[in-house]
């Protein structure tokens, strides 16, 4: 049997796969197939693309095609633009052999923006959609021939297939420069209220459920991805990584620190080649709950990653309105406790010139029940709290909610929950007024005293050529967009892996040198990046060489 996986990248909160990131659900479905005797092609959305009459040719002959693909937090993507409904319609057309089957986030609805309505996918010509887990219906499929939309996975049916699959990240095209998004746990460890736009909460019956995956079967993956060639990873698949091996309360899980050190020690022993570990999702309720119990677990993660790493905060809005009529977790205090024990225990940096080990990013979402212009206010004074009292921050992402048909959030704004809060009275103009605010004021303040000049960034991707300046970025969670100076006879070329020292920034990126920089053959360009050297002075150096 030959199967043929496209991959039109998923962006969960929960869960991201757009390169250089490669998902769960591909490596899942690939070992699946693989599991039943299938010779397995991973090609991505971009690829097919760049090669459709090669990649259509292959879906013409394949046993079976899957589509993986669907955006619930959509953003801006520099690695890959995601499947569009048109394009899978587009597909769905094609000639073809054998079943086309859809699954990923997209079974909730199709959207490529915040701030608007999820639309039906059922225009999109495929044969089946999978509306639970993706591997777990192709499973049942594979053996008996029968379509089950709602299988759910086992974690010990994962255990099984996840370390076959790993081979599939030899054909991403990013590879060996690939980031595996890695699951640790599925739903979320706050049993009672979720928060009215959950995903998470939408992928069983109910919604109110958390499973954890087991560190046996946890470390088996890293050790087959370690062996695939992967040396980056991120714990990206989970909506709290505090949460992982902790001990159940009403509420929510409080945090382990055995446990997580166990899992940590775990990942360092099976991923021999491991140069990057990220992780993502933080809970900062369970940091305001657990304060004692979470600095100790902060310093583990601190510890236990790399340089550079990033824990989300899913703040949302600090509003005690807002935060009361959709569940969510913080109002300014929590928020604040939150950053502050992250600064503390991962602030620091190994050498004076590396990024800090760990920090806090902030997640702001938009167009939820009860929001007035008072709540940009609230998440305003929230921010310049954090500037006060020189606290740092990674990155601030603010984003729209989609409305998604069946969600809490679309109930509450409908008012079918009875709530009395109603839809959003934040106007499109105050909204892009504050988040222009937040990039012009609060960004560059945040991103200095993340990198301050003379901050190493190692192994920086180059992607770009703009004139005189190479863009790219580090394998990493929300790596920082690095502009080199690159002039003279120090060509660089898309895909080399550059080193350079921090000079400069903009608004939302860092202007750097090439380091170590060598005195005698870079050119003017890169001499005049550096501080204080202007078009004479380089000039006077060139003169003087050697």
Request: proline fraction near 5%; charged fraction near 25%; charge should be neutral.
């Amino acid at each position: 049997m030959f199967a043929l996986i496209i991959d039109g990248y998923v962006d969960e909160p929960a869960c991201f796969g757009v390169p250089p990131y490669i998902s769960p659900y591909a490596r899942y479905c690939a070992g699946t197939l693989m599991d039943h005797g299938a010779a397995v092609k991973y090609v991505t959305c971009d690829f097919w693309r760049a090669n459709r009459q090669e990649t259509d040719e292959e879906m013409s002959r394949a046993d079976m095609a899957v589509v993986i693909m669907g955006l619930t937090v959509p953003g801006r993507y520099r690695g890959g633009s995601p499947l569009t409904l048109r394009e899978l319609c587009e597909i769905g057309g094609l000639h073809r052999r054998g079943a086309l089957i859809l699954g990923g986030p997209v079974r909730n609805g199709y959207a490529l923006k915040g701030g608007t309505r999820a639309r039906d996918i059922s225009p999109a010509r495929v044969d089946f959609t999978a509306r639970g887990d993706i591997e777990a219906s192709l499973d049942i499929f594979c053996g008996t021939g029968e379509w089950i939309d709602d299988a759910q996975s086992s974690y010990s049916r994962i255990d099984e297939i996840a370390p076959l699959g790993a081979e599939v990240v030899r054909q991403h095209p990013s590879y060996p420069d690939v980031i595996a998004e890695m699951e640790l746990s599925r739903g979320c460890d706050r049993l009672g209220e979720r928060c009215s736009f959950c995903a998470e909460g939408m992928r069983r019956p109910g919604g109110h459920y958390y499973e954890e995956r087991g560190l046996a079967g946890i470390a088996r993956e890293f050790a087959a991805l370690s062996s695939a060639g992967v040396k980056a990873f991120r714990l990206g698949r989970c909506a709290n990584l505090l949460a992982w091996g902790g001990d159940a309360t009403h509420e929510g899980a409080r945090p382990n620190r055995g446990r997580l050190s166990e899992l940590y020690s775990a990942i360092r022993s099976s991923a021999h080649s491991l140069e990057v570990l990220h992780a993502d999702n933080c809970n900062p309720l369970t940091i305001e709950k657990f304060p004692r119990e979470s600095a100790e677990c902060l310093s583990v993660i601190a510890k236990g990653g790399t340089e550079g790493d990033g824990l989300s905060l899913g703040i949302e809005s600090v509003d005690p309105a807002v935060v009361k009529a959709n569940g969510l977790k913080v109002t300014t205090g929590g928020a604040l406790l939150a950053v502050r024990l992250i600064n503390e225990a991962g602030g620091y940096r190994e050498t004076p010139s590396s990024m800090p080990s760990l920090l806090p990013g902030i997640n702001f979402l938009f167009g939820l029940a009860g929001e007035t212009r008072e709540s940009l206010e609230l998440n305003r004074d929230f921010l310049l709290k954090l500037m006060d009292e020189g606290l740092s921050v990674r990155r601030i992402n603010i984003r729209r909610a989609i409305l998604f048909k069946g969600s809490e959030l679309e109930l509450h704004l409908s008012g079918g929950t009875g709530k009395k809060a109603g839809k959003t009275r934040i106007k499109d103009r105050d909204y892009m007024k504050w988040k222009d605010w937040v990039r012009e004021e609060i960004d560059p303040v945040m991103l200095e005293r993340v990198a301050p000049n003379g901050t190493i960034i190692r192994n920086i991707i180059a992607e770009e050529r703009k004139g005189n300046i190479v863009f790219g970025r580090p394998l990493g969670s929300y790596p920082p967009l690095v502009g080199v100076i690159s002039g003279g006879s120090s060509a660089i070329l898309p895909n080399d892996k550059i080193d350079a020292m921090v000079t400069g920034r903009g608004g939302r990126s860092l202007t750097a040198a090439p380091y170590p920089l060598d005195i005698n053959s870079c050119g003017r360009a890169e001499l005049m990046s550096l501080p204080e050297i202007g078009k004479a002075r380089a000039e006077a150096l060139i003169l003087k060489r050697p």
